[in-house]
Each structure stands twice: as C-alpha cells, then as structure tokens.
C-alpha cells in the first residue's frame, strides 16, 4: 500500500523506474482494494466498473531521503484506465523513454481488458489503439527487432481470445503501427 496526499493505493504495476534528482521516479499503475475482485469467477459475467478498479496511472517520486512521495497522473486523460504495461526493455531506467504498450477496457461496457494501447510518454495520450468487438486481450510483450535502431521497432506477442467464435490466437503486433503482421 502507498500513500501520496490523501490517496491510498495498491500498486498494480510498476514499468519504468529511475533515480532523479535524489528520488527515485516510478511510474505505475494504481489500483483500488477491488481490483482482484475483476478476475472472480462472478464478477466476469458483466461489465466492471472500470473507474472502482483503477486510479489514474501516476508519476511517482518516492524520496532517497524523508517519507512523503508524490505522485501525479502520468496521462493528460485522467478517464484513461489500463493494466498490463510494457515497453522495450533497451530502454530501462531511460527518463527519456516515449513508448509503453498496455491493455485496457474500450469503454465503460467492456467485460475484459479488450483494447491494446500505445502510449506515448513524452506527451501523455495514446499515439494508437487496437479493438475488435468480443475480442479479450493478455498482457503484450515487447520484442525488439534484431539491429532496432528506433524503440518502436519490434513487435507485441499478445495472446487473444474471441468470444464470438470461442477460439484463442496468438497476435503478433507491428510495435511501431499498432496493426497485426
């Protein structure tokens, strides 16, 4: 459990961690108390309410020295609720990083994470998305191409499943363009 201000939250996940000016950077997911309950056996027959589940993703700079850390949304929409983030791993503890892919709902009467984001952290949106009605989407992994000179340039491995015709895929997603290859 963290503490900024007067928000309380569980840390879902973190991605990109860094030392900055005598903090260390961290930016994460925030999730409320009841968002395990998404993944019980009877909370999956409907729609969650996505905005119970997540707090808006934040920036957090968690102090070398002294308690109080402090967070601000890391996204200029602050409706925007996703899980799952992933980036090229070349950039770790880069502060300059721009790309990180997660999934997420498309909207309000989403049943699963069924949206594939690409977001950018130089300006906080999202660059691109990718949806297909019925269609439920795992956590993507980035890949690099061999020889990648830009972040971008690999693909996400995501693993589906389509509800409408009861089958699983493997997609594989261009990085840079957010299609299928």
């Not at 997911?29 to 993703?57: H, I, M, R």
């Not at 297909?132 to 000179?149: M, N």
């Not at 491995?157 to 089958?167: L, Q, W």
Request: hydrophobic share 35%; proline share 8%.
């Amino acid at each position: 459990l963290m503490t900024s201000g007067n928000h309380s939250f569980v840390n879902n996940h973190f991605w990109n961690c860094y030392e900055n000016e005598g903090a260390i950077v961290a930016e994460l997911v925030a999730a409320t108390g009841e968002y395990l309950d998404l993944f019980f056996k009877d909370y999956l027959k409907e729609s969650p309410d996505w905005g119970s589940l997540f707090y808006t993703p934040l920036k957090c700079r968690i102090p070398t020295a002294g308690s109080e850390i402090d967070c601000q949304p890391l996204m200029k929409d602050p409706e925007l609720k996703f899980d799952y983030p992933t980036y090229n791993p070349a950039f770790k503890m880069n502060p300059k990083y721009r790309w990180v892919y997660a999934v997420g709902p498309q909207g309000p009467e989403s049943r699963s994470f069924d949206r594939l984001l690409k977001l950018n952290m130089q300006t906080g949106r999202v660059e691109r998305d990718w949806y297909r009605p019925g269609v439920s989407l795992t956590e993507a992994d980035f890949v690099a191409r061999p020889g990648a000179t830009r972040e971008d340039d690999g693909v996400l491995i995501v693993v589906a499943y389509d509800a409408p015709e009861d089958k699983s895929y493997l997609y594989i997603f261009d990085a840079g363009r957010l299609e299928p290859v």
